[in-house]
């Protein structure tokens, strides 16, 4: 028994050790893997965001301005890098191969692999576009009920509207939004749901016609910077630092002139 209980008592004293050895371990690696952070958003979102013409591997926009700025505030730099259509950027983000989604809407399924920073950065309007030639009587969403409409995959415009739209409308879907508006223009479906200043900034870039937003929008809702789960850089201090980064500038107003300088931007690019 004497023998039993001296053989338990040095384990416990070797083990304690050990774990202390993998603690510390663990502390440098992720350390050393957060030098560094891969953001990435919707490529066509302007003027949030859009792929850069000279440089196809990045994207540019008031989100990824924004993005520098928080990166000087927490002292890490960070990548905003072209992965793909919207679809691929959440794909990325649920595999945690990108560490920041710069702007999304909240969702309760996107809670399933990424943490929202708060507060937001940015409130936006999402409309119904429609064509002047067939003008939409829209005051509320009921009154979508017998048309037929389009989107883009995986597009998301606020938890109240896409459980309504789910259960109660025909929206069908497609990879970007020019593709949408042509379909739109065309007659192929009634009306478009998307965000207005997109929408805008694409309709006066490319020239487009007969496109309207109606007045009352489908809903009103926030853009966040997200960290995804599987990110090496999920840390209790990495969040608190974008937090902090993320009150210090939503009291400074930057984003404001951010976006009405890249409006010009992507008009000339």
Known sequence: MRISCVLGSLLRHLVVPAAMLVGLAHTA???EACKQLVATGNPEYPPYLWRDGADGSHLVGANADLVQMVAKEIGIPIEVRYVGSWARVQEEARLGRIDLIAGAFFTVERLDYMDYVYPAFRDTRSVVWGRQ???LKYRQWSDLKSLSGMTVINNSFGEDF????????????VPSLEQAF???QLGRVDYLVYEEDPGLAYIAKFAMTGLVPANVPVSNESLYLTLSHKSPCNTTEVRAALAKAMYSLAKQGVM???VESNIQLWRTK
């Open 162 to 173: 896409d459980r309504y739209a789910k259960k109660n409308l025909k929206i069908n879907t």
């Open 133 to 135: 030639a067939a003008p």
């Open 182 to 184: 042509k379909i739109l």
């Open 256 to 258: 404001k002139k951010m």
């Open 29 to 31: 690696w992720a350390a």
